[in-house]
């Protein structure tokens, strides 16, 4: 059974503080996404990481990629309280057309 | 937004009755696919479509039936529905051909309760 773990599941921090979000999972996969999700909205692309050892920034969020670790992560730096929302990981198979996504990580970033 | 609509997009019925979701695509994406996302669970592939009448079940596809007799048009139906079943449900495409990326692009969501 492919998972797909995320930790933390809450997180609660100050605004200028930094973070990491981290994404683990259990199937071969050159291919890995990020999402975001407002509450009450539909989920919004972040980042596509296609390849081991890639890295994406936008703005205050970083993500990168260890294929081989089966490790993803999504970096916050200095956090403000617009970035309060839950983030999901996704991962494909290398082989196979599904997405299985991570349970998600609820951040709230307190002013 | 990927010219995704769902509909309809808030439904209250009653344990028993069918339930006839539906998404809509305007750019012609061979996949498309169904979610239901739940507090604890994140989201999870209900069933998938790789093409007219070309579909294949996900991990919690019991309960559910889906159909695809056009390109743009992916139907999602609960024959019997159940409380088990009042969650959200998200329908996504992939794009393909052309694009490395591969990405899935959500439509707005359809809250349904079944009470």
């Known amino acids: 059974e492919l998972k797909v773990e995320q930790n933390p599941l809450f997180l609660s921090m100050q605004e200028g503080k930094n973070y990491t979000i981290y994404c683990n999972y259990s199937?071969?996969?050159?291919?890995l996404y990020w999402y975001r999700q407002d509450p009450g909205k539909s989920l919004e692309s972040l980042f596509v990481l296609l390849s081991n050892g890639a890295v994406k920034q936008e703005g205050r969020l970083m993500a990168s990629l260890d294929t081989k670790a089966r490790l993803s992560t999504l970096h916050i730096t200095a956090a403000v309280h617009d970035l309060s929302a839950t983030y999901f990981c996704?991962?494909?198979?290398?082989?196979?057309?599904?997405?299985?996504f991570g349970t998600g990580t609820s951040l709230t970033v307190i002013p | 937004d990927a010219g995704i609509t769902q509909s309809p997009r808030h439904k209250v019925t009653e344990t028993g009755t069918p339930v006839t979701l539906r998404c809509h695509q305007t750019?012609?994406?061979?996949?498309m696919y169904w979610y239901r996302q739940d507090p604890g669970h994140g989201l999870r592939l209900i069933h998938y479509s790789y093409g007219v009448k070309d579909t294949d079940k996900g991990e919690v596809s019991d309960g559910y039936s889906v159909s695809r007799s056009k390109t743009e048009d992916f139907l999602l139906t609960l024959e019997s529905a159940t409380s088990s079943q009042t969650s959200v449900y998200f329908c996504?495409?992939?794009?393909?051909?052309?694009?490395?990326?591969?990405?899935?692009?959500f439509g707005p969501g359809t809250r349904l309760t079944v009470l």
């Open positions: 750019e012609n994406h061979r996949y």
């Open positions: 996704a991962v494909t198979p290398n082989t196979g057309n599904q997405f299985y």
């Open positions: 996504a495409i992939r794009t393909t051909s052309g694009n490395i990326y591969n990405e899935q692009f």
């Open positions: 199937t071969t996969s050159d291919r």
